[in-house]
């Protein structure tokens, strides 16, 4: 059963045409940051919509979509699970009720030893295509020729208002070359959907300083459907341009 951690048990989701296999515990970590860098994985933002108050924590699908419209596939081809302190939930010991991509997560605090669940929160994991479909255009708006580069969503929301969804899926950075920040070998301080892209001369090799990196992200279908502002979806912007 999913609730119960096994050293080298490998959870596997069962969907009408699609198997799915989940790394094992001892790998998530490595597996998740190596998924945020290359973009391997098309996975949403995470959610926390319930807390383990009431009879448990009910992190339903249906409910998700309700809250957060647009922001989630129409068929996730998985789910992950964690406490909100980034703990996963297949190594907590706890029991769970639901735990499907088509479903969502549930954890029912009288199934547990001493009684109540952990909070959780849950992301699912999407097909390719959600992921490509809505996308901002490249930012640089920092150079490397202080600490580091540092492209934050708080400065880049006040240097380009309304070009940037408020929960963004993704996030991409390369240089401006093009080549891809997994791939230039430095030390990338910050990278994620909430901070967004920091790279600090400190703690590059002796004598090495970061390169000047932009970056993109990944919003939910709905902010390329809505009229975009100054431009801010790509993809709006160029069939603008070609028509």
Not at 45 to 63: A, M, N, Q, T, V
Request: proline residues 7%; contains cysteine; charged residues 25%.
């Amino acid at each position: 059963f999913l609730g119960i951690h096994k050293p080298k048990l490998v959870f596997v989701f069962y969907l009408p045409t699609k198997l799915l296999l989940f790394p094992t515990p001892e790998k998530a970590e490595e597996s998740t940051s190596l998924a945020l860098l290359t973009g391997s994985r098309c996975t949403t933002y995470w959610f926390d919509r319930d807390d383990p108050s009431g009879k448990g924590d009910y992190e339903i699908l249906s409910e998700l979509r309700k809250e957060y419209p647009g922001e989630i596939c129409a068929q996730p081809i998985g789910i992950e699970a964690e406490t909100l302190e980034g703990q996963p939930a297949s190594t907590t010991g706890q029991i769970f009720k639901l735990s499907s991509p088509s479903e969502g997560f549930a954890c029912v605090n009288q199934d547990q030893k001493g009684g109540f669940c952990q909070d959780y929160k849950v992301r699912f994991i999407c097909p390719p295509d959600f992921c490509s479909a809505c996308k901002t255009q490249w930012f640089d708006r920092d150079d490397p020729s202080g600490h580091g580069d540092f492209e934050t969503l708080a400065e880049l929301r006040r240097e380009y208002p309304d070009q940037i969804c408020p929960r963004p899926i993704q996030i991409e950075a390369r240089t401006l070359s093009g080549v891809l920040a997994s791939e230039t070998g430095q030390n990338i301080s910050k990278f994620d959907t909430t901070v967004g892209f920091v790279c600090v001369h400190a703690h590059q090799k002796p004598l090495q300083f970061c390169h000047d990196y932009k970056v993109q992200f990944t919003c939910p279908e709905s902010f390329c459907s809505s009229e975009c502002k100054h431009l801010a979806c790509e993809r709006k912007m160029d069939a603008h341009l070609k028509g």
